[in-house]
């Protein structure tokens, strides 16, 4: 049972906009923090955004002020609006719960290319 889906990645120009969506099963998503972790290559995942089942965010230095964290509690999806990116945004991006110990299968993550 596939339980996180990752979509939106695509090519887009430094200074663009994209909008990255995860669909996750209810019952990892109605009662977890989640979050959003990127993975460039030859680069170790790291930690992009979280937000709590209430809404509450928080973001890595990085990406604070460009990109925003949101959440469809109706639609069992998170959301990744990624603002002004720049070319070290260039990772595959994954979404999943944000607390280690409870954190499900890694789904394929989706591509986000961005070029100079």
């Known amino acids: 049972q596939v339980q996180l889906v990752e979509s939106g990645g695509g090519l887009v120009q430094a200074g663009g906009s994209l909008r990255l969506s995860c669909a996750a099963s209810?019952?990892?998503?109605?009662?977890?923090?989640m979050g959003w972790y990127r993975q460039a290559p030859e680069n170790q995942r790291e930690w992009v955004a979280t937000i709590t089942t209430g809404g509450n965010t928080n973001y890595a230095d990085s990406v604070k002020g460009r990109f925003t964290i949101s959440r469809d509690n109706a639609k069992n999806t998170v959301y990744l609006q990624m603002n002004d990116v720049k070319p070290e945004d260039t990772a595959v991006y994954y979404c999943?719960?944000?607390?280690?110990?409870?954190?499900?299968?890694w789904g394929q993550g989706t591509l986000v290319i961005v070029s100079s």
């Open positions: 209810r019952s990892i998503f109605s009662i977890n923090t």
């Open positions: 999943n719960v944000a607390i280690a110990s409870f954190r499900r299968p």
